[in-house]
């Protein structure tokens, strides 16, 4: 094929098919966020009728407020735990795929269809799994009363979200590890074997360094979505409860806004939760990013 077959017919053509998923992203993403930024700067009426200007009040209020650096703290744990889980465990998977062992054909499909599930549907699927009476658990919890009891333990209802969101994270981490995998040459797996590298020795020595690439995307990927992608798990397993042991910041601005009518300060800390992102996705790159080598 060549290049000029390749090109579009006509220049305007590329804007015409991105324009409908800009306009999406501009309407459901950027301007959200310049309201928010805006927002910050106002004492925003829950009903309208007006706003006034306060400057730095708002970040002041919301910085002073301890539950903001709980709610901040939890959101950092599950941060880490969630996605390094989410990123561990598709890689272990591709590596079993991508050595071919029995049923790894199929399981590759399977592993996949987590993909099409909703968060919110994962959120009801999952508050079942775990329930404590009718759930997986419950014969443990018959033998062991109280052993597994998400409604009235934190640390039990924060382990449910972590599942849940690290099965909603394989299938698209397997498939971006998986590709890795397979696109690096079967003669560099040849040639270590001739060396005597075992299998474990070419997973760490050759297999690892060369998708470092796909590792860094799912890293990154799995960081930033961990943090806004909890809401739909929260608000389906836990409601932030009990006694706000899973309310991690996303779930704590839609409680303050939609519940709590407090505009400017779920705006405040909307605006200090994307600085946030941005300053996490930024030293992801600056210390990360310059070691990764796309070159093999």
Known sequence: MTSESSLFSHR??????????MLLITLFFYVPIFQAFYWSFFLERPFGGGSMFVGWDNFARVLSDPEFWEGGWRTIVFMVTASSLAVVIPLIL??????????????????????????????????????PFVGVLAPLNS???????????????FITLIAA????????????LLAGLQSIPKTMH???????AGPWRRIFDV?????????FLTLVLEFTESITSAFALIDTITH?????????????IYTDGFSGYDLSGASTQTAIL???????????????????????
Request: proline letters at 8%; charged letters at 10%; zero cysteines.
């Open 190 to 196: 040849q040639a270590a074997a001739m060396d005597g």
């Open 274 to 296: 994307m600085v946030f992102v941005v300053l996490l996705t930024g030293a992801q790159f600056l210390f990360l990013g310059r070691r990764i080598k796309y070159e093999r």
């Open 240 to 252: 932030g409860g009990p006694g706000g042991a899973t309310t991690l910041l996303v779930y704590k």
């Open 207 to 215: 297999q690892l360094p060369l998708i470092m690439p796909q590792l």
């Open 143 to 157: 033998a062991f009363p109280g052993i597994w009891a998400p409604g009235i333990n934190g640390t039990d209802a």
């Open 12 to 21: 305007w053509l590329p804007l015409l098919l991105v324009a409908p998923l």
């Open 165 to 176: 969101h690290v099965w909603g994270g394989i299938p698209f981490n397997f498939v971006i």
């Open 94 to 131: 591709a590596v079993a795929a991508d050595r071919k062992i029995r049923l790894s054909l199929p399981a590759r499909n399977v592993l996949v269809w987590p993909k099409g599930v909703a968060g919110a549907s994962i959120g009801v699927v999952f508050a079942f799994i775990f329930n």
